[in-house]
C-alpha cells in the first residue's frame, strides 16, 4: 500500500506551484463583456502545470493550498482579489473548478504515460481535459447561478475563453515536458 504523506520535496514542490499560480495573478486580467464579469486570466495556466509537474494528488493540494491561501483573504485572484467573498462572484465556480482541474490533469497525464505516448502529446490532452473541460464543468455552472444567466447563455459567454486557454494549454504543455526533462529527480510521473 502506498504511503498516503508527501515527502519533502514534494511538499516543496506543491508550494512552489502555489505560489506560481499566485505569481500568475500579477498579470492583468482581461475583461470581456460577454463574460458576465468573468476576466480572462493567466492563472488557469498554473492550474494546467500544477497536474502536469505533480501529478494528481499532489496538483490538486498545490491548487488547493493556493485557493485555500485567497479564501483566507490574500488577494492573490488576477485583479487583486481574495477572501470568502470571490464565492459569492460569477467566478466561483471557475475557482473551485481550479482544484478538480488540477486533480484531472495530473490523472490524465499518469494515465496517458502508462500508455507510452509521445510526452508532449499526453501533456497536451491532460491540460485541455483537466485545465479546461474540468474547470469549465465547474465554472459555467458557477458563473449561470451567480450571473443568474441560463446555462447555454454561461456557455455561450465562457466560449470567448476557449482560444486562449488552448493557448496555456499549449504553452503548459511544452513547459511542463521540458521541466520533467531536466529535473534531476523524477516527478511522480511523467507526462
Known amino acids: 500500500m502506498e ?20 505569481a500568475l495573478g500579477f498579470v492583468p486580467p482581461l475583461y470581456l463583456p460577454l ?5 480572462i486570466t493567466a ?8 497536474g502536469l509537474l505533480l501529478g494528481s494528488r499532489a496538483g490538486a493540494a498545490a491548487v488547493g493550498l493556493f485557493v485555500f491561501v485567497v479564501l483566507l483573504g490574500a488577494p492573490l485572484l488576477s485583479g487583486g482579489r481574495g477572501g470568502l467573498g470571490v464565492l459569492a462572484s460569477p467566478t466561483a465556480g471557475f475557482l473551485i473548478g481550479y482544484v478538480a482541474g488540477g486533480y484531472v490533469t495530473g490523472l490524465v497525464a ?18 485541455i ?20 444567466i441560463s446555462l447555454a447563455k454561461a456557455f455561450i459567454g465562457a466560449t470567448v475563453f476557449v482560444p486562449g486557454d488552448l493557448i496555456k494549454a499549449v504553452g503548459a504543455a511544452v513547459l511542463a515536458t521540458t521541466v520533467l526533462r531536466n529535473w534531476s529527480v523524477a516527478a511522480p510521473h511523467r507526462p
Do not use: K
Not at 463574460?35 to 476576466?39: E, F, K, L, S, Y
Open 129 to 148: 481535459t483537466g485545465g479546461i473541460l474540468t474547470v469549465y464543468a465547474f465554472g459555467i455552472p458557477g458563473l449561470a447561478m451567480m450571473a443568474h
Open 43 to 50: 492563472q488557469s495556466l498554473g492550474v494546467m502545470l500544477a
Open 35 to 39: 463574460a458576465a464579469g468573468v476576466p
Open 110 to 127: 499518469e494515465r496517458l504515460a502508462a500508455r507510452n505516448l509521445p510526452a508532449l502529446a499526453t501533456a497536451l490532452i491532460a491540460a
Open 3 to 22: 504511503n498516503p504523506t508527501f515527502e519533502t520535496r514534494t511538499l516543496v514542490r506543491i508550494a512552489l506551484i502555489a505560489a506560481l499560480i499566485a
